[in-house]
């Protein structure tokens, strides 16, 4: 069951509907293939139809959902051919970013990557893959942001859906998180050497950490893939 309390009156009952259900999306709680109902999602967060209706077309509209009439509402299936274009455009620009990361990265940017690492590393004491998944895109999203590149990222976000989606999988899938860390602490070490051609280089592994995934994950989750 999806437990939400709508108790922020400054956003909209809509985007608060919208931001839960994207939320449990994207962590999993709804699995891919999930069927729900408008029905179901009123009662459990105690509203009317009608933002439940209005968050579902916009899901649909962002490939989160698939609205079929007559059969119901199901959580979209991870397309792989979307994860690698995805996975394609952030490699590309992601090291074009940490170039720009090399030469000037402010040192309160370098500050709180190392504070983002700290994290990091007590996540995976704790095992808590939903603030890790949330850590990991901090990391990358600061130093977008030092760079002065945070609409850059925005437009990223809007190709990440299924991408984000195969990442979190992974790490439920496998605990083995030390991998991620010492990569993103080897990027931090590069920035901070201002070595442009490891940087790159790191960044380029880091991202195709997916390609590597994702046959693990088709294999382990079949159900979860078109």
Request: aromatic share 8%; net charge negative.
């Amino acid at each position: 069951m999806i437990n939400m309390n709508l108790k922020n009156q400054s956003i909209s009952t809509r985007e608060q509907v919208y931001h839960m259900l994207k939320d449990q999306i994207l962590s999993l709680k709804l699995a891919p293939g999930t069927n729900i109902s408008e029905k179901e999602i009123s009662e459990q967060f105690q509203v009317s139809r009608t933002p439940v209706r209005e968050s579902f077309l916009k899901l649909s509209q962002e490939g989160l959902l698939d609205i079929y009439p007559q059969r119901g509402t199901f959580v979209s299936l991870i397309d792989l051919d979307l994860v690698e274009e995805a996975r394609f455009m952030r490699e590309h620009l992601e090291k074009a970013i940490i170039k720009l990361a090399c030469e000037c990265l402010p040192k309160d940017t370098m500050i709180a990557l190392e504070m983002n690492l700290n994290m990091q590393r007590i996540c995976i004491k704790e095992k808590d893959y939903k603030k890790m998944f949330e850590l990991d895109e901090e990391f990358h999203r600061t130093i977008f942001a030092g760079c002065n590149k945070e609409k850059t990222w925005l437009i990223i976000q809007q190709m990440n859906v299924h991408f984000n989606r195969s990442r979190m999988l992974r790490l439920v899938t496998d605990y083995n998180w030390d991998g991620i860390l010492l990569q993103h602490e080897s990027i931090f070490k590069a920035i901070q050497n201002q070595d442009v051609q490891e940087a790159e280089q790191l960044m380029e592994e880091h991202l195709k950490l997916v390609i590597i995934d994702k046959e693990l994950l088709k294999k382990e989750h079949p159900h979860y893939f078109k």
